[in-house]
């Protein structure tokens, strides 16, 4: 059975910093682009930060420069560095994983809630 399960979520004060974890367990995530999502409450699900089994990372514009995403593909992890967080990057935050080169896997976490509030 495969499972993304995220932690490291939680409350903190604008300008602040977190960092996620998602660690993935029934796949090797060596061939797995892994991305981080965000949901806010009445808001679609949009991508933030994403990463390549080659290491080539994307940022969505809102957190290019404070977001930094990496992979542990020995540890089966990918982390998401989050600093000078804004209200508006309150969500829930999910990890994803999709296949490459011919393995056709496609799964979520649940979810971690990040609140950005004073």
């Known amino acids: 059975q495969v499972q993304l399960v995220e932690s490291g979520g939680g409350l903190v004060q604008p300008g602040g910093s977190l960092i996620l974890s998602c660690v993935a367990s029934?796949?090797?995530?060596?061939?797995?682009?892994m991305t981080w999502y965000r949901q806010a409450p009445g808001k679609p699900r949009q991508s933030v930060a994403g990463?390549?089994?080659?290491?080539?990372?994307n940022y969505a514009d809102s957190v290019k420069g404070r977001f930094t995403i990496s992979r542990n593909n020995a540890e089966k992890t990918v982390t998401l560095q989050m600093n000078s967080l804004k209200p508006e990057d309150t969500a829930v935050y999910y990890c994803n994983a999709v296949g490459t080169l011919g393995i056709t896997g496609h799964y979520w976490g649940q979810g971690t809630q990040v609140t950005v509030s004073s």
């Open positions: 990463i390549t089994r080659n290491g080539n990372t």
């Open positions: 029934g796949i090797s995530i060596n061939f797995y682009t």
